[in-house]
């Protein structure tokens, strides 16, 4: 039976949210691992807390200022075998690790948004990839229009996959209740989440005399700015981190999702 290995980043944002709505829908035909590698310089709170319905999960933690590239490779590959199928999602060390071992294990990269980042990391370690799974349409555009003509990235298989999640109870009945605008955002509060523009959105509507309410949920360093930046606003809450059956219970009770994000 294949091992599938699948090495993220220990936060629990959108990436994080991918690989828990794909293994939420897994198959017995493979063992799963979820290999999480923290930095401990990054803010302890935003770490996965749950288990992720996998067989196996594995916390690295390495130190981002005194660790080691070899170190944190070395602690990687305990858990990788000629049985393994790795699944990137961040596409930094992993990938390093497949070429400095030799490894021929397949791998496959996930493309989380449309960001330098992923592009940067197909260019760089294109070689080793084997599949590229992008979670659009248009990231799997993007990917041909930029490397399909070239020779190492020809025989790349790729791949859109709308990743499955489960479905939010929309009660049109309760909306009809209400006449203000129920609004949220749900995700980690850093700057590629475009939340800086928040402050500028919700002066727009507060100008047009627009009824409304936001719910901000999640956390991250700028929640402090963010909260002083919108401390003028009697109807922005801020509701901190919460689990994903909170925030699907929470779906049905909003109107309308913002999400700026840059990426």
Same mark, same amino acid.
């Given at each position: 039976?294949?091992?599938?290995?699948?090495?993220?980043?220990?936060?629990?944002?959108?990436?994080?949210?991918?690989?828990?709505?794909?293994?939420?829908?897994?198959?017995?035909?493979?063992?799963?691992?979820?290999?999480?590698?923290?930095?401990?310089?990054?803010?302890?709170?935003?770490?996965?807390?749950? /288990?992720?319905?996998?067989?196996? +999960? &594995? !916390?690295?933690? $390495?130190? #981002?200022?005194?660790?080691?590239?070899? %170190? *944190?490779?070395?602690?990687?590959?305990?858990?990788?075998?000629?049985?393994?199928?790795?699944?990137?999602?961040?596409?930094?060390?992993?990938?390093?690790?497949?070429?400095?071992?030799?490894?021929?294990?397949?791998?496959?990269?996930?493309?989380?948004?449309?960001?330098?980042?992923?592009?940067?990391?197909?260019?760089?370690?294109?070689?080793?990839?084997?599949?590229?799974?992008?979670?659009?349409?248009?990231?799997?555009?993007?990917?041909?229009?930029?490397?399909?003509?070239?020779?190492?990235?020809?025989?790349?298989?790729?791949?859109?996959?709308?990743?499955?999640?489960?479905?939010?109870?929309?009660?049109?009945? /309760?909306?009809?209740?209400?006449? +203000? &605008? !129920?609004?949220? $955002?749900? #995700?980690?509060?850093?700057?590629?989440? %475009? *939340?800086?523009?928040?402050?500028?959105?919700?002066?727009?509507?507060?100008?047009?005399?627009?009824?409304?309410?936001?719910?901000?949920?999640?956390?991250?360093?700028?929640?402090?700015?963010?909260?002083?930046?919108?401390?003028?606003?009697?109807?922005?809450?801020?509701?901190?981190?919460?689990?994903?059956?909170?925030?699907?219970?929470?779906?049905?009770?909003?109107?309308?999702?913002?999400?700026?994000?840059?990426?």
């Amino acid at each position: 039976m294949k091992n599938l290995v699948y090495i993220l980043p220990d936060k629990d944002g959108g990436v994080a949210s991918v690989v828990r709505n794909l293994l939420r829908f897994r198959t017995n035909r493979c063992k799963t691992k979820v290999v999480l590698i923290h930095n401990t310089l990054d803010d302890p709170l935003l770490r996965v807390q749950d /288990e992720f319905n996998a067989d196996e +999960i &594995i !916390r690295i933690s $390495y130190n #981002g200022k005194w660790s080691s590239k070899q %170190g *944190v490779m070395n602690k990687i590959k305990r858990y990788l075998d000629n049985n393994s199928i790795l699944i990137s999602n961040d596409g930094g060390i992993e990938l390093e690790l497949v070429n400095h071992l030799k490894f021929t294990i397949p791998v496959v990269y996930i493309m989380h948004g449309d960001l330098d980042h992923y592009y940067n990391c197909i260019n760089k370690h294109g070689y080793v990839i084997d599949t590229i799974i992008t979670v659009s349409d248009y990231l799997l555009q993007n990917i041909e229009s930029k490397f399909v003509t070239k020779d190492e990235f020809s025989k790349i298989d790729r791949v859109s996959l709308k990743f499955p999640i489960p479905l939010a109870i929309d009660d049109d009945k /309760e909306k009809e209740k209400h006449n +203000i &605008i !129920r609004m949220a $955002y749900v #995700g980690s509060l850093i700057e590629d989440k %475009g *939340v800086l523009l928040f402050k500028d959105i919700l002066t727009q509507l507060t100008e047009l005399k627009i009824n409304f309410m936001f719910n901000i949920i999640g956390t991250g360093h700028l929640q402090e700015k963010l909260m002083e930046d919108l401390n003028s606003f009697s109807n922005v809450h801020f509701k901190g981190k919460l689990t994903n059956h909170e925030v699907l219970s929470l779906h049905s009770e909003h109107d309308i999702l913002i999400l700026p994000s840059y990426g």
